[in-house]
């Protein structure tokens, strides 16, 4: 029998190891616990912080574009409310006159307001008779049948057409060759 208390003694000192180890080991630190909560919450921050820096520089990003499209914009729409008053001089320059420093006048206003307009950045899109036309930047408001000019190309141009880079301010009116 003593084999066997010998046998069993260290299989009751493992059990009673264990059961130590078991209790040595206490319940998770409090401290630990708050520490890993804590640690927790700074990366839920730091990603919060990361998603609203992220966000905002989105937002700047948009802002700038948007700003750079309403200036162009609101260039041609102002641009194409004197418009028709350029027409009217430019017709009123056309008309015979006997006062000859009247006449100077207008071409000198005339010449002044083509300045501004080009100074603004905006230019006369290009429209002769015999040019090819272009539905990009002509409107055919007519069309002629003419043997002397090819098809599609312009016969008369009615109303010049202005655009400000490429955009479109205006189109030119133009009568078109059949």
């Known amino acids: 029998m003593s084999e066997k208390k010998k046998k069993q003694q260290p299989a009751e000192e493992k059990i009673e190891q264990e059961t130590c180890e078991c209790e040595k080991e206490p319940a998770e630190d409090p401290v630990e616990e708050k520490l890993k909560q ?6 839920a921050l730091n990603d919060k912080l990361l998603r609203t820096l992220a966000e905002y520089d989105n937002f ?4 700038v574009k948007e ?4 200036y162009p914009e609101a260039a041609a729409e ?4 004197f418009l028709p008053v350029l027409d009217s001089m430019e017709r009123a320059a056309g008309f015979p006159c006997s006062d000859e420093e009247y006449k100077k006048g207008v071409d000198m206003i005339i010449h002044s307001f083509f300045e501004a307009l080009a100074a603004a950045g905006v230019e006369e899109i290009p429209a002769e008779v015999g040019s090819p036309f272009d539905p990009a930047v002509h409107n ?5 049948e003419d043997e002397n000019l090819g098809a599609g190309v312009i016969a008369q141009v009615f109303q010049k057409g202005y655009r400000l880079g ?5 189109h030119t009116m ?3 060759a059949n």
Not at 38 to 43: D, G, K, N, R, T
Not at 166 to 170: C, H, L, M, P, Q
Request: aromatic share 0%; hydrophobic share 50%; no cysteine.
């Open 78 to 81: 102002a641009v194409s409310k």
């Open 174 to 176: 133009v009568q078109v």
């Open 67 to 70: 700003k750079e499209a309403i």
């Open 38 to 43: 804590a640690e927790e919450q700074v990366l």
């Open 166 to 170: 490429e955009r479109v301010i205006r």
């Open 60 to 63: 700047r990003k948009r802002s």
């Open 140 to 144: 055919a408001v007519m069309h002629v």
